[in-house]
Every structure is written in structure tokens, then in C-alpha cells.
């Protein structure tokens, strides 16, 4: 028989819970998202830009950024080492992931299904790849949690505009750069793998794709001000 303590403590740990579980979820779909969708290139028209006409950036551009919307939220509400170990489990998840393909690229065909070549060609994204994102998104992903958090406390908790842009626009260039120059500049000339780009290129990508990730970065803000005007009103900030 429920009591009516029960009964209040149940209506505010469940949604509360639900709100956990859904921003680790959010976080882990992005990053699982963008590593299957990168293998697309988008073109997106910038001709206002000096470094070119086109802004040359990966399709999973969008599912990614949404990984710094749900890390942002999580480290509000649950604090930096709590959105720390989200980032240490999707990236866990991530080596899965990557893992479960090789396996299925490796496992024999059958004519029934996809081509085996056209599968590993769209699913099995190049090494150079791998290790940069996978470099990049550790290293961008921990810096965003630790200057969200930095802001936060300087404001003393005020200014949530100023801690999401100012986190994520940081935390984005430094992600771009880093994959960047790691797999079109550093792996390819130190280990072999993957296509050398000049540097020409390489900061037309950066630029290009940089801005477009603080377009992004822009366009959350009211969504991380949605989201938190929701938590307030219905009571579920975590004690």
C-alpha cells in the first residue's frame, strides 16, 4: 500500500530518472549517429566566405553537436564528474559499435542481402578517421564539460547562455582542428594512412566546418532554455 510519502517521492524520482537516462541516451545516439553518418560529405553553400564557396563538412555534423546540447544539460544538472562518465561510457560504446561492424564486415555474404563490398565501403569508415574523431571527441567533449562548469561557477550559476555558447564554440574549434590536422595532416604523413591534404585545404575544412558548428551552437541555446524552463516548472532539478 502506497503512503503519501511514497507517493510524492515516486512522482519527483521518476521523472528525475527519466531525465538521467534520457540525456545519456541523447548523448550516446548523437555520438553513435555522427560515427555512421560522417561517411557522407555535405557541401553547404558559404560564397560569402574568403576560403571558399563551399562549406565541406560530414553529414553526422548535426547528429554531434546534439552530443554537447545533452552534455551541457548534463553537467548542469548533474555536475562535471557525473557528465564526465557519460562522455567515458559513449566512448566505450563508440569502440563497440566500431567493433560489432568489423565483425559483420568480416562475417561472410550472402547475395540475399547488401553487397559485402558496398557494405564495408559505406559502414567501414578508413583508420584515419577512426582515431581522429575518436581523439577529437575526448579531448573537445572533457574541455566543454570543464569550461561549462569553469562559467558556471564564475557566474555563480547565472548566465546559462554564456556557459552553452561559450563552452561549446570553444570546445567545437578545438574539435575541428584536432581531426582535422590529425587525419588529413598527421596520420597520413607519419603512420600512411588515409590522403595528405595541403594546408590550404585543410583550413578551407576548418573554417568551413567551424562555422557551421557555430550556427549550431547558436540554434541550442533557446533549446537549452526550453529545456530547463520545462525542468523548473515541473519541479525536477535534482536535490
Known amino acids: 500500500m502506497k503512503t503519501k510519502a511514497s507517493t510524492i517521492l515516486s512522482s ?3 521523472p528525475e530518472e527519466v531525465i538521467r537516462i534520457g540525456l545519456i541516451a541523447l548523448f550516446i545516439t548523437g555520438l553513435l549517429t555522427a560515427q555512421l553518418t560522417a561517411v557522407k560529405i555535405l557541401e553547404l553553400p558559404l560564397s560569402f566566405l574568403n576560403f571558399g ?5 560530414p553529414a553526422g555534423v548535426l547528429a554531434y553537436a546534439i552530443t554537447f546540447f545533452a552534455s551541457d544539460c548534463y553537467a548542469e544538472l548533474y555536475g562535471k564528474r557525473s557528465a564526465r562518465m557519460v562522455v567515458a561510457v559513449a566512448f566505450a560504446m563508440n569502440i563497440l559499435m566500431l567493433f560489432l561492424i568489423w565483425i559483420s564486415i568480416k562475417a561472410p555474404g550472402s547475395d540475399a542481402g547488401v553487397s559485402p563490398e558496398l557494405f564495408a ?3 567501414g569508415p578508413s583508420a584515419n578517421v ?17 569550461i561549462f562548469d569553469s562559467i558556471r561557477k564564475r557566474t555563480q550559476g547565472s548566465k546559462l547562455w554564456l556557459r552553452n555558447i ?4 570553444i570546445s567545437q574549434l578545438i574539435d575541428t ?5 590529425l587525419a588529413f595532416s598527421i596520420f597520413p604523413s ?5 590522403i595528405e591534404l595541403p594546408l590550404s585545404i585543410l583550413l578551407q575544412l576548418m573554417v568551413g566546418q567551424y562555422f557551421i558548428k557555430f550556427l549550431i551552437a547558436l540554434a541550442d541555446t533557446p533549446l537549452i532554455y526550453g529545456f530547463f524552463y520545462y525542468v523548473k516548472k515541473e ?3 535534482p536535490s
Do not use: R
Request: aromatic share 12%; no cysteine; glycine share 6%.
Open 130 to 146: 577512426v582515431f581522429a574523431s575518436l581523439s577529437a571527441y575526448l579531448i573537445s567533449q572533457n574541455l566543454d564539460i570543464w
Open 177 to 181: 582542428i584536432i581531426f582535422i590536422t
Open 190 to 194: 607519419l603512420i600512411g594512412i588515409g
Open 235 to 237: 519541479n525536477l532539478i
Open 166 to 169: 561559450g563552452s561549446t564554440t
Open 53 to 57: 564557396t563551399f562549406a565541406i563538412v
Open 12 to 14: 519527483k524520482i521518476i
Open 121 to 123: 565501403t559505406v559502414l
